[in-house]
């Protein structure tokens, strides 16, 4: 196709070409011949390069099947995450190497229900995590989220329970410097309580066992803070049913502070353990003594306080079902009460006859309110020689 055009301005390497029915058109002026000016009539053919534009096509579509060969066939894998193992207290996960294909990584983050938990350092790399100050016997759910430049991606969620203070499968127990008859017997305890025995220190080794601080598992044990314990922790652990703790089974710490519980009274043992004395509860009566030195002034006045019940009986009271009636009867409500009330002579007390009283055992004033209008359980000639204070007054008696 043939097109005339007239030149009509040249300009530094834009020519303004006119057609004839007056249309500008800008034109490279380094296509134009050289000594084209204004004025000047330029013949341009115009034709179309089938060879040339099937050949671009060919290379363009080269390109785009490498493009989908290389990024399109592959993507990021979710996370496959599983428990390790579960103590009474932590939670052990670990995950398979992350897959990321072509894309680029930008977080790896752990979920505990439904809350982030925090974010795994070094993904690459680490694949397995701890977690501790969990409650005992409850049950977690976890799962990864995994953030890359091609999108994200939630593993499958995990339910966790920890375990309850009988189970002992979570105990992952390394030894460290032990005699070889002491390595045995523990190995034995270890197998007998349904532990787990590691030969190094790992992120699920809940204790390390020795005689002795030193070694390289020793020091890899602390920089993990991983209890250092004496063997007979697991000697504990397997008399008492349950886990115990470790503090009387440090390397340096006193054995006094090991408790021991009541069921384990049959085990040989030289130390004898502290008889724990009986407290009594709120708003009960404090047990009486044994058997306690009374005055021979205070003999006297039970022995006339009998001779004038006898005299002039008064209603007494059912005895407790619990109880053997063996001493005169508690003074009823409103009564005054007797001179040395609380005293028991020597055989009273043989028998072993617990007193009803309200007052501790051990009162040494008495304090009592005159009620006029109340009968009086002595005799006549008591209470004739008794001097009654006024209505309203308070004795205090000194025993």
């Not at 066992?209 to 000697?235: D, F, Q, Y």
Request: aromatic share 4%; charged share 20%; hydrophobic share 30%.
């Amino acid at each position: 196709m043939l097109i005339s055009l007239t030149v009509g301005k040249v300009d530094a390497g834009v020519a303004v070409l006119l057609t004839e029915d007056k249309r500008l058109i800008e034109f490279p002026s380094i296509l134009l011949p050289p000594s084209i000016s204004s004025g000047s009539i330029v013949d341009i053919t115009v034709s179309r390069n089938h060879a040339s534009e099937l050949a671009a096509h060919k290379n363009f579509q080269s390109l785009q099947s490498s493009i989908l060969a290389t990024y399109g066939q592959h993507s990021p894998s979710p996370p496959l995450l599983r428990c390790r193992n579960a103590t009474q207290t932590s939670v052990v996960l670990e995950w398979d190497p992350i897959d990321l294909a072509t894309a680029d990584l930008r977080s790896l983050c752990l979920y505990r229900n439904g809350s982030k938990a925090g974010s795994i350092p070094r993904p690459l790399d680490i694949t397995a995590t701890k977690i501790s100050g969990l409650a005992i016997d409850t049950e977690y759910t976890f799962h990864l989220v995994l953030r890359t430049s091609a999108g994200q991606y939630n593993s499958e969620k995990l339910v966790v329970r920890t375990h309850k203070m009988t189970d002992l499968s979570g105990i992952t127990v390394t030894p460290g410097v032990l005699p070889a008859p002491l390595r045995e017997s523990l190995s034995g305890a270890v197998e007998r309580i349904g532990a787990k025995l590691a030969d190094s220190v790992r992120i699920d080794t809940t204790h390390f066992v020795c005689t002795e601080g030193r070694g390289r598992e020793w020091e890899k044990a602390l920089e993990m803070n991983i209890p250092v314990v004496r063997p007979e922790w697991i000697e504990g652990c397997e008399r008492e049913g349950r886990i115990v703790g470790v503090r009387g089974y440090y390397l340096n710490a006193d054995p006094r502070l090991r408790q021991v519980g009541q069921g384990v009274q049959g085990v040989t043992n030289s130390t004898s353990l502290p008889v724990r004395q009986h407290q009594p509860r709120r708003g009960e009566s404090p047990p009486s003594s044994p058997r306690r030195h009374v005055p021979p002034q205070t003999q006297v006045d039970v022995t006339s306080r009998r001779a004038a019940s006898s005299q002039h009986p008064s209603p007494r009271p059912s005895a407790s079902p619990n109880h053997e009636e063996t001493g005169p009867p508690p003074p009823e409500k409103d009564t005054p009460q007797p001179l040395h009330a609380s005293a028991v002579s020597d055989d009273e007390s043989d028998d072993g006859s617990e007193e009803l009283s309200s007052q501790p055992s051990g009162l040494g004033v008495l304090s009592a309110r005159k009620n006029p209008e109340a009968p009086s359980p002595l005799g006549p000639a008591e209470e004739k020689g008794r001097e009654s204070p006024d209505a309203g007054s308070f004795t205090e008696v000194t025993i």
